[in-house]
């Protein structure tokens, strides 16, 4: 049995237990945290190491034989993922240690983050569809702990409809996996592959969408997406940091799996597509119309799923490439600049545009890591954004899918001038005269405390050294790609290893 | 009968979804869980016919799959503890606010009404610049 393809599975789970066990000692549970998670993105890289070259390995718990047994399946596009996310995962963590009102207030933080950890792991790694909707529940469980963990009206009023509509999601997720079982009498997702081109190519399309609303809706797309901008303010900056960066990215995963491995057909998919610009264009409006910091960004995570599932529906190796990559600079990008947007809150108390201003005069160096996330997100060269949305049009013009291409060119126009918007707000003009301040916060920190700024910093370094090895992540990008496209190695390495 | 199993589950998921779609939170669970009753029983059903014999032991003629019973466990319990952890928060949202309504996006509603407030603005914007010049500044 192939041992790193576990741990980042078992390792968060164990941790989790051991910290709920050390009770309010803080000390511990931090360094545990902190430990396990570098225990995860070190398993992840041994994973991305073996899985590099296109190659799948796929472990059986209790050594029972696939479909039979429980399938966990590592190939490069899961390992690229888990990597990021595990980097993620452990940069978001020192932050909200760092932060002043996360970790030690709340004493159930660190085991519920740990078990999302877990959760997020699992859900990358599983090959078997009951077991994505167990991985699931577990990672939306955490995150509803995390969403309200500070009980103020807020956060239960926002948390409520994000559960409601989670759980709802959830339910639907089970009542497709059962009309899948009764149409084929498996749920282990290699298995299927096989099994579902045997049924009415009917039955096969109904699957095929029920399947995509369920994940449509974790990952937000047109137009099951209005939860999102609504759940994702309120919660604390980390927790939401993390939210964005990664569990509608798994909502995309999921997709992108489900649809190439279980659904896809070998041509560029219209639904997708025409799903793929109706939520890059209703996104990016509603990002427009906003004026708080955290809700703009919220209404972009919406605009960029677009992109993602743009790259999916041209369903070549170059689309699918570049969608991949731009899940992993996405994940990069809308975490930094959630860290930043709540650096932003530490410092002045509020995230709303209205109050904010002249920011840059206060501490330049925040504006400096604030605007190189966001002109990457736009996709102003050179960014990781840039090369990414490159990517993705080149694929476009390449099969003639002019019309998503325009659009999607459009949509970038717009986001920088949201952006440019926060930066007129917030960080240009004149200094509020009332700055909603706490008293001896601001004076004793130019920036923010230290750990929150340093993991800040880190990952927009990340941003830049993403630009810098672009062509070695896109090849990355491009192996994991052709096995997406060509299923035929994820079967083999699932049935006949 | 398998075609009454049918119609209940029809009824569980309709009754769910109407019960979702009320503004009183306590109907909202309530939906939930007639909806998840529902997605359980089709699990069940997945499992073949009605009145077979179970998995264990040494029975005659065919035997009902066991998988989907498992699934159906495991959703049940899933299922249970978030209603569970969803009936506490309720129960917290009514010891804050006393009320048993979902809200409305408050920042929605008042993105909405800046818009609409513009718009009524630029209704007085005058036809031409010489009703300009007798405004103050």
Same mark, same amino acid.
């Given at each position: 049995?192939?041992?790193?393809?576990?741990?980042?599975?078992?390792?968060?789970?164990?941790?989790?237990?051991?910290?709920?066990?050390?009770?309010?000692?803080?000390?511990?549970?931090?360094?545990?945290?902190?430990?396990?998670?570098?225990?995860?993105?070190?398993?992840?890289?041994?994973?991305?190491?073996?899985?590099?070259?296109?190659?799948?390995?796929?472990?059986?718990?209790?050594?029972?034989?696939?479909?039979?047994?429980?399938?966990?399946?590592?190939?490069?596009?899961?390992?690229?993922?888990?990597?990021?996310?595990?980097?993620?995962?452990?940069?978001?963590?020192?932050?909200?240690?760092?932060?002043?009102?996360?970790?030690?207030?709340?004493?159930?933080?660190?085991?519920?983050?740990?078990?999302?950890?877990?959760?997020?792991?699992?859900?990358?790694?599983?090959?078997?569809?009951?077991?994505?909707?167990?991985?699931?529940?577990?990672?939306?469980?955490?995150?509803?702990?995390?969403?309200?963990?500070?009980?103020?009206?807020?956060?239960?009023?926002?948390?409520?409809?994000?559960?409601?509509?989670?759980?709802?999601?959830?339910?639907?997720?089970?009542?497709?996996?059962?009309?899948?079982?009764?149409?084929?009498?498996?749920?282990?997702?290699?298995?299927?592959?096989?099994?579902?081109?045997?049924?009415?190519?009917?039955?096969?399309?109904?699957?095929?969408?029920?399947?995509?609303?369920?994940?449509?809706?974790?990952?937000?797309?047109?137009?099951?997406?209005?939860?999102?901008?609504?759940?994702?303010?309120?919660?604390?900056?980390?927790?939401?940091?993390?939210?964005?960066?990664?569990?509608?990215?798994?909502?995309?995963?999921?997709?992108?799996?489900?649809?190439?491995?279980?659904?896809?057909?070998?041509?560029?998919?219209?639904?997708?597509?025409?799903?793929?610009?109706?939520?890059?264009?209703?996104?990016?409006?509603?990002?427009?119309?906003?004026?708080?910091?955290?809700?703009?960004?919220?209404?972009?995570?919406?605009?960029?799923?677009?992109?993602?599932?743009?790259?999916?529906?041209?369903?070549?190796?170059?689309?699918?490439?570049?969608?991949?990559?731009?899940?992993?600079?996405?994940?990069?990008?809308?975490?930094?600049?959630?860290?930043?947007?709540?650096?932003?809150?530490?410092?002045?108390?509020?995230?709303?545009?209205?109050?904010?201003?002249?920011?840059?005069?206060?501490?330049?160096?925040?504006?400096?890591?604030?605007?190189?996330?966001?002109?990457?997100?736009?996709?102003?060269?050179?960014?990781?954004?840039?090369?990414?949305?490159?990517?993705?049009?080149?694929?476009?013009?390449?099969?003639?899918?002019?019309?998503?291409?325009?659009?999607?060119?459009?949509?970038?126009?717009?986001?920088?001038?949201?952006?440019?918007?926060?930066?007129?707000?917030?960080?240009?003009?004149?200094?509020?005269?009332?700055?909603?301040?706490?008293?001896?916060?601001?004076?004793?920190?130019?920036?923010?405390?230290?750990?929150?700024?340093?993991?800040?910093?880190?990952?927009?370094?990340?941003?830049?050294?993403?630009?810098?090895?672009?062509?070695?992540?896109?090849?990355?990008?491009?192996?994991?790609?052709?096995?997406?496209?060509?299923?035929?190695?994820?079967?083999?390495?699932?049935?006949?290893? | 009968?398998?075609?009454?199993?049918?119609?209940? *589950?029809?009824?569980?998921? !309709? +009754?769910? $979804?109407? =019960?979702?779609?009320?503004?009183?939170? %306590?109907?909202?669970? &309530?939906?939930?869980?007639?909806?998840?009753?529902?997605?359980?029983?089709?699990?069940?059903?997945?499992?073949?016919?009605?009145?077979?014999?179970?998995?264990?032991?040494?029975?005659?003629?065919?035997?009902?799959?066991?998988?989907?019973?498992?699934?159906?466990?495991?959703? *049940?319990?899933?299922?249970? !503890? +978030?209603? $569970?952890? =969803?009936?506490?928060?309720?129960?917290? %949202?009514?010891?804050? &606010?006393?009320?048993?309504?979902?809200?409305?996006?408050?920042?929605?509603?008042?993105?909405?009404?800046?818009?609409?407030?513009?718009?009524?603005?630029?209704?007085?914007?005058?036809?031409?610049?010489?009703?300009?010049?007798?405004?103050?500044?």
């Amino acid at each position: 049995m192939n041992v790193p393809a576990a741990l980042p599975i078992v390792l968060p789970l164990a941790g989790a237990a051991i910290s709920m066990a050390l009770g309010r000692w803080h000390a511990a549970r931090r360094v545990l945290g902190v430990a396990v998670l570098v225990g995860t993105l070190a398993a992840s890289v041994v994973l991305l190491a073996q899985v590099s070259d296109g190659s799948i390995v796929a472990v059986t718990l209790g050594a029972w034989q696939a479909p039979i047994g429980i399938t966990l399946v590592v190939d490069t596009f899961a390992a690229f993922m888990m990597c990021v996310s595990a980097l993620m995962l452990l940069a978001v963590l020192v932050y909200a240690i760092g932060s002043p009102k996360t970790d030690d207030t709340y004493s159930f933080f660190h085991p519920v983050y740990l078990i999302l950890a877990a959760g997020v792991s699992a859900s990358f790694l599983t090959g078997d569809l009951f077991n994505l909707f167990v991985a699931f529940e577990i990672t939306l469980t955490a995150s509803y702990v995390l969403i309200t963990f500070g009980g103020s009206r807020l956060q239960v009023r926002h948390g409520m409809s994000y559960v409601v509509i989670n759980l709802m999601a959830s339910t639907l997720f089970i009542t497709a996996v059962g009309l899948m079982y009764a149409a084929t009498g498996t749920v282990n997702m290699a298995d299927l592959a096989g099994k579902l081109t045997e049924i009415d190519p009917a039955l096969r399309a109904g699957l095929g969408v029920l399947f995509l609303i369920v994940f449509g809706i974790k990952a937000a797309i047109f137009p099951l997406f209005f939860w999102l901008p609504d759940a994702y303010p309120a919660a604390a900056a980390p927790v939401t940091a993390i939210f964005a960066g990664l569990l509608t990215k798994i909502g995309v995963y999921t997709i992108i799996r489900t649809q190439t491995l279980l659904f896809g057909d070998g041509g560029p998919s219209t639904l997708l597509l025409v799903v793929a610009g109706l939520t890059m264009v209703v996104g990016i409006f509603g990002a427009i119309a906003q004026d708080d910091i955290k809700r703009i960004l919220s209404f972009h995570i919406v605009s960029q799923i677009g992109y993602m599932i743009f790259g999916l529906g041209l369903f070549t190796v170059a689309g699918l490439a570049a969608t991949v990559l731009f899940v992993v600079h996405q994940i990069l990008i809308k975490t930094t600049l959630f860290l930043v947007g709540g650096l932003i809150e530490e410092k002045t108390g509020t995230a709303a545009l209205r109050k904010l201003g002249g920011m840059i005069h206060a501490s330049p160096i925040l504006a400096a890591l604030f605007l190189i996330p966001a002109l990457s997100l736009a996709g102003i060269p050179p960014s990781s954004g840039f090369v990414a949305k490159l990517a993705l049009v080149q694929a476009g013009l390449e099969i003639g899918q002019n019309l998503i291409v325009a659009l999607s060119l459009a949509v970038s126009i717009l986001t920088l001038f949201s952006m440019i918007k926060i930066w007129a707000g917030a960080f240009w003009g004149e200094p509020n005269e009332n700055p909603p301040i706490p008293e001896g916060l601001a004076a004793d920190h130019p920036i923010g405390p230290v750990l929150m700024v340093a993991p800040t910093t880190l990952l927009v370094v990340a941003g830049l050294a993403f630009v810098v090895a672009a062509a070695p992540l896109y090849e990355l990008s491009e192996i994991a790609a052709a096995n997406l496209v060509d299923t035929s190695t994820y079967v083999r390495a699932v049935m006949a290893p | 009968m398998i075609i009454i199993l049918a119609i209940t *589950v029809a009824v569980l998921y !309709g +009754v769910g $979804a109407f =019960l979702m779609l009320q503004r009183n939170l %306590s109907r909202i669970v &309530i939906g939930l869980a007639f909806f998840g009753h529902g997605a359980n029983l089709l699990l069940l059903m997945a499992g073949g016919r009605a009145g077979r014999a179970p998995f264990v032991g040494e029975g005659v003629g065919p035997t009902s799959d066991p998988l989907p019973q498992a699934l159906a466990l495991t959703a *049940v319990v899933i299922t249970f !503890g +978030v209603s $569970a952890y =969803l009936l506490t928060l309720a129960y917290r %949202s009514w010891l804050l &606010i006393h009320t048993d309504e979902v809200e409305d996006d408050v920042e929605d509603r008042r993105i909405a009404e800046m818009a609409a407030a513009r718009t009524a603005r630029e209704d007085e914007v005058p036809e031409s610049t010489e009703d300009l010049e007798d405004r103050p500044t």
